[in-house]
């Protein structure tokens, strides 16, 4: 699973650079898109689609919204949270959150040189068993400072069974946070556990720090 959640996040890496030339800190990227989902106080949401495609390369597809910082440190994020919702059976620990992690202090993201890697955050407490059917919203609350085993550090030597807040600071206060992620990329997951061609989940409010997004109706195209 880690192995090719990894492969599918690198392939996102050559759009960082047009995302971080533009005014927005956040982007859609890959199968995000901004759907209208008719609920009340939120009738747009983003929706991040996973699927097995045998004509891509990795052969899976995903989606996630993309933060990225002007500049930002691990020990700095005093926040981050999502509202959600798997609208189809979720696993293969998708959804989490993805943090590109400079180790080597270069202002650069490269993924398994110089030490530089990921370090993600799972939505919800539920290691090792985290899976389930569809779900109504969900909000995470706020996962930094967490006390549970949410933090995956293994790219940096942390626990295989993950480990806590305090623990991911341990290992990456003093680093640079590149960009965050908000990731769906568990198709895999749902096709063989479930049968289920594609794993579908919403979301919304997503937050680091004070910069929030919330999905809007998406601009029409001028004629």
Same mark, same amino acid.
């Given at each position: 699973?880690?192995?090719?959640?990894?492969?599918?996040?690198?392939?996102?890496?050559?759009?960082?650079?047009?995302?971080?030339?533009?005014?927005? $800190?956040?982007?859609?990227?890959?199968?995000?898109?901004?759907?209208?989902?008719?609920?009340?106080?939120?009738?747009?949401?983003?929706?991040?689609?996973?699927?097995?495609? $045998?004509?891509?390369?990795?052969?899976?597809?995903?989606?996630?919204?993309?933060?990225? $910082?002007d500049?930002? #440190?691990?020990?700095?994020?005093?926040?981050?949270?999502?509202?959600?919702?798997? %609208?189809? $059976?979720?696993?293969?620990?998708?959804?989490?959150?993805?943090?590109?992690?400079?180790?080597?202090?270069?202002?650069?993201?490269?993924?398994?040189v110089?030490?530089?890697?990921?370090?993600?955050?799972? %939505?919800?407490?539920?290691?090792? #068993?985290?899976?389930?059917?569809?779900?109504?919203?969900?909000?995470?609350?706020?996962?930094?400072?967490?006390?549970?085993?949410?933090?995956?550090?293994?790219?940096?030597?942390?626990?295989?069974? #993950?480990?806590?807040y305090?623990?991911?600071?341990?290992?990456?206060?003093?680093?640079? %946070?590149?960009?965050?992620?908000?990731?769906?990329?568990?198709?895999?997951?749902?096709?063989?556990?479930?049968?289920?061609?594609?794993? %579908?989940?919403?979301?919304?409010?997503?937050?680091?720090?004070r910069?929030?997004?919330?999905?809007?109706?998406?601009?029409?195209p001028?004629?």
């Amino acid at each position: 699973m880690k192995r090719i959640a990894t492969i599918l996040l690198m392939t996102t890496l050559a759009c960082l650079g047009a995302v971080a030339a533009s005014r927005s $800190p956040w982007s859609l990227l890959d199968t995000a898109t901004i759907v209208k989902a008719g609920l009340r106080g939120a009738p747009y949401v983003v929706q991040m689609t996973s699927q097995v495609d $045998p004509t891509q390369y990795y052969g899976v597809t995903g989606g996630e919204v993309l933060y990225t $910082p002007d500049s930002l #440190y691990f020990q700095d994020i005093y926040r981050l949270s999502t509202d959600w919702q798997a %609208v189809t $059976p979720w696993g293969g620990g998708s959804p989490r959150f993805a943090l590109a992690i400079d180790m080597n202090g270069d202002d650069a993201f490269t993924p398994g040189v110089n030490g530089d890697g990921w370090a993600f955050v799972y %939505v919800l407490v539920q290691f090792p #068993y985290f899976y389930g059917g569809s779900t109504g919203w969900l909000h995470t609350g706020n996962l930094i400072g967490s006390t549970a085993g949410i933090f995956d550090t293994t790219q940096f030597g942390g626990p295989s069974g #993950y480990t806590n807040y305090a623990g991911a600071l341990s290992l990456l206060s003093g680093k640079r %946070v590149m960009s965050i992620m908000l990731v769906t990329d568990g198709g895999w997951f749902t096709s063989s556990y479930y049968g289920v061609k594609q794993q %579908v989940v919403w979301a919304n409010n997503i937050t680091v720090n004070r910069a929030v997004y919330t999905a809007t109706a998406p601009k029409q195209p001028r004629r």
